[in-house]
């Protein structure tokens, strides 16, 4: 297989499980997390604006996040935005910042988090495959017709191989964090 091709076999590869990174960001543990709530979409002046677009977010403790609008009249919209954001927190709003405490993670609710932990992490174990299949049907067309041998078509599955095997390395280490993250709050 050409290099080119492997390192945009990787690169693909590494976008998928950077995506899972980025997913589980937003995974609530029992920690405030700014990534918890920046991303929520606030109605800002008639358009939808991430929530780290109008205000400051703070973790001054690590069961409370607090929410500083840089405009004072966007404090409702921020809360509204919260609220149908569905984050299983309800948030106060004292006329000049919001603040969203987190309440203790139930054993139930961390059993469902790890089970969506999980689920996350098959979901980009799938894609993973998914790309090795489109490498290696490529590979057998190739030497269908010709263009690749016998030898470097054997050759290309045992690089695919090690390929998958390091990306699902990488995809269980970092559930394996999360999940221990989730179980020590």
Known sequence: MLPETLS???GQMTKSVDHLSEQLKSLRTGRANSAMVEDVLVT???AKTPLKQ????QIPESSLIVIQPWD???LNDIEQGIREAELGMNPTNDGRVIRLSLPPLTTERRTELIKMLHKM???TRVVIRNIRKEAWDST???FKKGDVTEDDKYRTEEQLN???DEYNNKIEEIIKLKEQDLQTV
């Open 8 to 10: 945009q076999i990787k």
């Open 44 to 46: 800002y002046y008639g």
């Open 54 to 57: 109008v205000a400051t977010i």
């Open 72 to 74: 004072p009249k966007a």
């Open 121 to 123: 992490g098959e979901e």
């Open 140 to 142: 057998q067309a190739g």
């Open 162 to 164: 090690k390929i998958v």
